[in-house]
């Protein structure tokens, strides 16, 4: 009729979760109810309200529902609520919302603005996350009504916590020490998402390409060893495809003669292959002893996603521990070879016998105290033990005599540390020992034997290996001279620091000796 009417109108935009616009709801307050029909109006209003997907309702002053949609109607009837809304309290109705839903309204009505929440609330063991926006409803410049959108982000924020575990779980993967560690991140990292209490992995031997358990966890239920025959994990493993069953079915596998035992007492049981190189080389289980409904269709696709990245990182973890396995055993062989070589040495010379020992000994003092890795010492160690076993072509009465030797004498025994590293070449070790042995008796001015070369040639155990060897000699009888004290033998090597022998190797030695108490017998 040409009159204007105040109206205040509240506007929610609704997005997907790509952030793509979809539609507004606009509650619209008119300030002068005499402008349109009463009755239209609420029939507007209410069919306004059934078109949305979001769960509405209204409430006035007292906090009493006036108001409420099919959405919402809907989800009273999920939550198990048994009661009609309309004409109670919000507590009647919702009675799980937390305390301080009562002082949120309040809050609406007095200010008259808008508030959004975020609201998780647990009903039943299951847990609803949902964005919460209380718009005012005015007349006459007072806020008569509270319309309340409830926008359910449940799955929304599951998909958000799964690709967050997921992307941690490639992340570390990666640094996880063994397969153990690996096996115990995963679990911790699915439980965030899906039941994971009781989980297994089980691996494919490489030799019989039999199952067994590689891991598992479980509150009371861990499953320690596969039964023999045909069991579910290896119809997984067999069949390299995903199974989610009850317990039920599983007993009519079992009837149709697919499996011959079922391994566990689970009321539902998951699992999934795991492949590597397009092989199945085992399966990844989770399984829930109480309730049947625990996993779902999405349940299994995170297993599977999980499944295809933890699988080569299990493979790279097995190949590295059979690595580490033949490492050792090589190195348990090498060592065996060494002292043995050292053995003989020291039966065929009588003077040498001890000599290999002390400067292993001292070597190793000097290496750990200069800060070396314990690789290194080891490295060390094997080269002193067999540093002198060139000697072993040069006749005894050569070495053992106690007159001056001849010009031809001399070099063959100058030859020893060339044939000594001939002889270890071929021995499989993670140190240079061989390189260890022909430096041994090399010099930081060049002065030294077989090469000649110059310190900064040397590899830092030479350096160690040169100076242990010649402190043990010196403070050692010999048939040719007697042996010097201690004390002389650290003045000896501390007047050629820089000259024959490195300074910060003879620094660390004579440390060992005066501030560590080392002793050579």
Not at 107 to 113: H, I, L, P, Q, R
Not at 168 to 173: A, K
Not at 489 to 516: P, W
Request: with cysteine; hydrophobic share 40%.
């Amino acid at each position: 009729d040409g009159r204007s009417i105040p109206v205040t109108v509240s506007t929610l935009c609704r997005k997907d979760e790509r952030g793509v616009v979809r539609g507004y709801f606009a509650a619209l307050s008119v300030m002068d109810r005499r402008a349109r029909s009463d009755a239209f109006a609420e029939t507007q209003y209410s069919a306004t309200l059934n078109s949305l997907g979001d769960g509405i309702h209204v409430v006035g002053p007292d906090l009493h529902i006036t108001m409420v949609n099919d959405a919402l109607r809907t989800r009273i009837w999920d939550l198990d609520i048994d009661i009609e809304p309309v004409g109670r309290t919000i507590r009647e109705v919702f009675g799980f919302l937390p305390p301080s839903i009562e002082s949120e309204y309040a809050a609406v009505f007095k200010k008259g603005e808008l508030l959004v929440t975020e609201e998780t609330v647990n009903v039943g063991g299951r847990e609803f996350v949902s964005e919460v926006r209380k718009i005012p409803i005015f007349e006459a410049d007072k806020v008569r009504q509270v319309v309340t959108v409830i926008h359910d982000v449940t799955q929304q924020k599951r998909d958000e916590r799964i690709k967050t575990v997921l992307c941690r779980i490639s992340s570390e993967m990666n640094t996880a020490a063994d397969l153990d560690d690996l096996c115990a991140t995963i679990q911790g990292l699915l439980s965030t998402i899906m039941d994971a209490r009781n989980l297994f992995i089980a691996l494919r031997s490489r030799q019989e390409r039999s199952l067994s358990i590689a891991y598992s966890a479980g509150a009371g239920n861990a499953l320690e060893k596969l039964p023999p025959g045909r069991t579910l994990t290896a119809y997984i493993a067999e069949s390299d495809r995903p199974l989610l069953i009850t317990r039920e079915d599983a007993g009519q596998l079992k009837e149709s003669d697919k499996i011959d035992t079922v391994e566990t007492s689970a009321s539902v049981w998951l699992g999934v292959p795991l492949r590597f190189k397009e092989n199945s080389i085992g399966a990844l289980v989770v399984q829930n002893f109480e309730d049947p409904f625990a996993y779902s269709r999405k349940d299994l696709e995170i297993l599977e996603f999980v499944s295809e990245r933890i699988a080569e990182v299990i493979e790279r973890k097995r190949v590295d521990e059979e690595m580490r396995q033949h490492i050792q055993h090589l190195k348990r062989t090498s060592t065996s070879i060494i002292f043995t070589m050292a053995k003989i040495l020291e039966l065929r010379d009588p003077y040498t016998a001890g000599h290999q020992q002390r400067v292993a000994r001292l070597g190793c003092a000097i290496a750990r105290e200069m800060g070396l890795s314990e690789d290194e010492v080891d490295g060390i160690f094997m080269a002193a033990l067999v540093h002198d076993i060139g000697k072993i072509y040069v006749p005894a009465e050569i070495l053992n005599r106690p007159a001056k030797l001849s010009e031809t004498e001399m070099e063959l025994v100058k030859s020893h540390p060339s044939i000594g590293y001939d002889i270890v070449k071929e021995i499989e070790f993670s140190q240079p020992i061989d390189r260890i042995v022909v430096q041994h008796h090399e010099r930081m001015d060049g002065s030294g034997y077989p090469n000649g070369i110059t310190g900064n040639d040397m590899i830092p155990q030479a350096r160690i290996l040169a100076v242990a060897d010649v402190v043990e000699a010196m403070a050692s009888h010999r048939p040719y001279r007697p042996a010097l004290s201690i004390d002389e033998t650290l003045n000896e090597i501390d007047k050629n620091r820089d000259i024959l022998y490195d300074g910060q190797v003879v620094d660390a030695c004579i440390k060992v000796f005066r501030q560590r108490d080392f002793r050579l017998d």
